[in-house]
């Protein structure tokens, strides 16, 4: 009875083994089966703020931040996108003051901690430099990151503009940088640890240039104070003065930029130079000579005739905007990751050849035919202009051949 009552105990705690491993079973194949985190902005966002609503409500206008809070695939995701082990096993060659910087803040301003003349970054080196309380800042670790490059090709698909990326690797009780702001649309995405951060109001609407260390005398209104964690995002406009810093635990964030030099000055400075060509071309009064005394003296004649002018160049800006446009979209195409708008077509020398689809394509074909069209048309004036000057030439030395038995007989 007893080896019975025995049996039927194993016999059961058996069972409960079984079902325990099944039930584990289960969730292993489950957290398989749940679909994986992809870096859009719709997911970036998640589930709470649309895109419609990120860009008439946060978009160049205020912070947000975006908690992934028990969204354990997006942990997973961020925290596999860099961290300092990553870095320590990255490529062979990293250079300070090239690829990386090692910064303190010390209260005042940012200390530069490079090692003095050593160029070479080697893991042995940037593992003291972190144990002193250096912040590590790594320039464009797409360059070797396939994740990183996956958040950078998604945000150029979206923005359709250069993206960047650095990586900010922080010690705990410890800060980088001073306070500041910079010149460009602010993702930052918490991949280790944890990160402290606060976001002041702009002293200077839209600036084009990053602002320099900051004293802390010089902070405004404080707009939001946040601690990051795996999973989270902050987003914050261009101008927004910040500062960041670790308590118990070390940090790697990630801070990808966009629409750097993006800007209607930007735009019209490279536009109205082909608008000015452009406009010349049309308009003989834009290459008439400057009046005497032009740099002189000004008068009210002088300064009609300019608005005239400026109205010729902008109205021909208007009529070639999709060119201008084209032109000033050229360092996007050249310079952003490959992405699915090229596609291979073919291979010649080892040489990959590309081709761009659709409206950009036609836009650019447009653009090249019109300027060959009017180097052409430059090259036919100039070709009947050294005619006619040929042509005048023949005809003064047959005159003076005409004249040279006259001569000779005046002299005879």
């Not at 430099?129 to 912040?135: K, N, S, V």
């Not at 606060?198 to 939001?224: M, R």
């Not at 500062?243 to 930029?257: D, E, I, V």
């Not at 689809?357 to 202009?385: C, F, K, V």
Request: charged residues 25%; proline residues 5%; hydrophobic residues 35%.
């Amino acid at each position: 009875k007893k080896r019975c009552n025995h049996a039927l105990k194993l016999q059961k705690m058996s069972k409960a083994k079984q079902a325990k491993r099944k039930a584990g079973g289960g969730k292993a194949a489950a957290a398989a089966a749940a679909p994986a985190f992809t870096f859009t902005l719709a997911n970036l966002l998640g589930p709470t703020v649309s895109e419609e609503k990120f860009f008439s409500t946060y978009w160049r206008k205020k912070p947000l931040h975006i908690s992934a809070a028990s969204d354990k695939a997006r942990q997973r995701a961020f925290q596999n996108l860099f961290s300092l082990s990553r870095l320590l096993q990255g490529p062979a060659e990293i250079l300070f003051g090239v690829e990386i910087n090692a910064v303190k803040y010390d209260g005042v301003g940012k200390i530069d901690c490079n090692p003095p003349n050593t160029l070479q970054a080697s893991s042995a080196v940037l593992k003291k430099l972190f144990a002193d309380g250096c912040t590590l800042q790594y320039h464009q670790p797409q360059r070797h990151q396939a994740g990183c490059r996956n958040v950078v090709l998604a945000l150029e698909q979206r923005f359709m503009a250069l993206c960047g990326c650095n990586a900010y690797l922080t010690p705990k009780k410890s800060q980088g940088l001073a306070p500041h702001w910079d010149d460009i649309e602010a993702f930052v995405l918490q991949t280790e640890g944890e990160k402290e951060w606060h976001l002041y109001e702009p002293l200077e609407t839209n600036p084009t240039d990053c602002s320099g260390d900051l004293h802390p005398s010089q902070l405004g209104k404080e707009l939001l104070h946040v601690t990051l964690r795996p999973g989270d995002m902050l987003y914050f406009p261009r101008g927004m003065i910040h500062q960041a810093k670790t308590s118990a635990t070390a940090s790697t964030h990630l801070t990808f930029s966009t629409y750097q030099n993006f800007t209607y000055s930007d735009f019209l400075d490279s536009s109205l130079q082909l608008a000015v060509r452009r406009a010349a071309h049309e308009h003989p009064d834009l290459r008439q000579s400057l009046p005497l005394s032009f740099l002189n003296a000004s008068s009210a004649a002088e300064e009609t005739t300019l608005r005239q002018l400026v109205d010729k160049v902008t109205q021909t800006l208007l009529n070639h905007l999709p060119e201008a446009k084209t032109e000033f979209g050229f360092d996007f195409v050249c310079n952003r990751l490959p992405n699915p708008l090229f596609k291979k077509v073919a291979e010649s020398n080892g040489e990959l050849l590309t081709a761009l689809e659709g409206d950009l394509r036609a836009s650019i074909d447009r653009y090249l035919e019109q300027e060959q069209n009017e180097a052409g048309e430059s090259d036919d004036q100039r070709g009947a202009a050294a005619a006619a000057t040929t042509t005048r030439v023949e005809e003064e030395e047959g005159d003076d051949e005409g004249e040279q038995p006259e001569e000779e007989e005046e002299e005879e």
